[in-house]
């Protein structure tokens, strides 16, 4: 997970004749995965016109440049043992302490899931698919989904995997189903969470799907039928009118 705590930016620009702006860009961003915080790494880093030119990362413990300019600051700033001292210092005093406020600040938050269904691999009948069902934007993390088929649960044939959500504090999961489809059957995601007030059931009805399907099909092809037809109108009324010369009456 990547939590960015701090985003400062100095700009300067250049008004001169032929001169274009020069802007400035300084970042601090603070990275972790484990809940304890054990893996955090404290990064700062200076990016000029886009480019990011020289990078302090807690875990190296110095400055490194990516370019001739880069290396000359990093260098410098390396040079300077209490700064240096103080950026690593940063890693408990900075990071440590807004992610704590952070997290505390979540504590009494309850976010419903987002559920949806869709497959991730499809094939005829009598070979296998593959469902997915996914669950995201909810805190806290906890939360139990499972599959039903034919409603009863399914414990084999089972892929989860659960990950957080980048920078929003929010958590999603992805649970895989592999089946051989069989004729006339359902299948339904379960997802219970704080959050919810019950059970939430999402059904995947592939019989369903399949006229889905079927309807857009026909009706496109109602469509393009329809169309066909009238360019036929058109030209066979264009072909009866050809050559037609209107003869003038004259009224006595």
Same mark, same amino acid.
């Given at each position: 997970?990547?939590?960015?705590?701090?985003?400062?930016?100095?700009?300067?620009?250049?008004?001169?004749?032929?001169?274009?702006?020069?802007? !400035?860009?300084? %970042?601090?961003?603070?990275?972790?995965?484990?809940?304890?915080?054990?893996?955090?790494?404290?990064?700062?880093?200076?990016?000029?016109?886009?480019?990011? %030119?020289?990078?302090?990362?807690?875990?190296?413990?110095?400055?490194?440049?990516?370019?001739?300019?880069?290396?000359?600051?990093?260098?410098?700033?390396?040079?300077?043992?209490?700064?240096?001292?103080?950026?690593?210092?940063?890693?408990? %005093?900075?990071?440590?302490?807004?992610?704590?406020?952070?997290?505390?600040?979540?504590?009494?938050?309850?976010?419903?899931?987002?559920?949806?269904? !869709?497959?991730?691999?499809? $094939?005829?009948?009598?070979?296998?698919?593959?469902?997915?069902?996914?669950?995201?934007?909810?805190?806290?993390?906890?939360?139990?989904?499972?599959?039903?088929?034919?409603?009863?649960?399914?414990?084999?044939?089972?892929?989860?995997?659960?990950?957080?959500?980048?920078?929003?504090?929010?958590?999603?999961?992805?649970? !895989?189903?592999?089946?051989?489809?069989?004729?006339?059957?359902?299948?339904?995601? $379960?997802?219970?969470?704080?959050?919810?007030?019950?059970?939430?059931?999402? %059904?995947w009805d592939p019989a369903a799907r399949e006229a889905k399907r079927n309807?857009?099909?026909?009706?496109?092809?109602?469509?393009?039928?329809?169309?066909?037809?009238?360019?036929?109108?058109?030209?066979?009324?264009?072909?009866?009118?050809?050559?037609?010369?209107?003869?003038?009456?004259?009224?006595?």
């Amino acid at each position: 997970m990547r939590l960015v705590l701090l985003c400062s930016a100095l700009v300067l620009c250049l008004t001169l004749s032929g001169a274009d702006d020069f802007v !400035y860009f300084f %970042r601090s961003e603070c990275h972790f995965s484990a809940s304890d915080l054990r893996d955090l790494v404290y990064v700062r880093s200076m990016t000029f016109n886009g480019k990011e %030119r020289v990078r302090f990362n807690s875990t190296v413990g110095k400055y490194v440049g990516f370019d001739t300019w880069g290396e000359k600051q990093a260098n410098y700033w390396n040079g300077q043992k209490d700064y240096i001292a103080r950026l690593s210092a940063d890693k408990d %005093r900075f990071c440590k302490y807004n992610v704590q406020l952070m997290a505390s600040g979540m504590q009494d938050r309850k976010i419903k899931p987002e559920v949806k269904i !869709y497959p991730a691999k499809t $094939a005829s009948q009598g070979h296998t698919h593959m469902l997915v069902c996914h669950a995201h934007g909810f805190y806290p993390r906890q939360i139990a989904v499972s599959w039903l088929r034919n409603g009863q649960p399914v414990s084999s044939d089972l892929t989860s995997m659960s990950f957080a959500s980048d920078g929003d504090w929010t958590y999603q999961t992805l649970l !895989y189903l592999e089946f051989t489809p069989q004729g006339g059957e359902t299948f339904e995601c $379960a997802v219970d969470h704080v959050a919810l007030d019950g059970t939430l059931k999402l %059904r995947w009805d592939p019989a369903a799907r399949e006229a889905k399907r079927n309807k857009v099909i026909m009706g496109a092809s109602g469509l393009v039928l329809g169309l066909v037809f009238a360019v036929i109108g058109v030209v066979y009324w264009k072909r009866k009118t050809k050559g037609h010369i209107a003869v003038p009456t004259v009224q006595s």
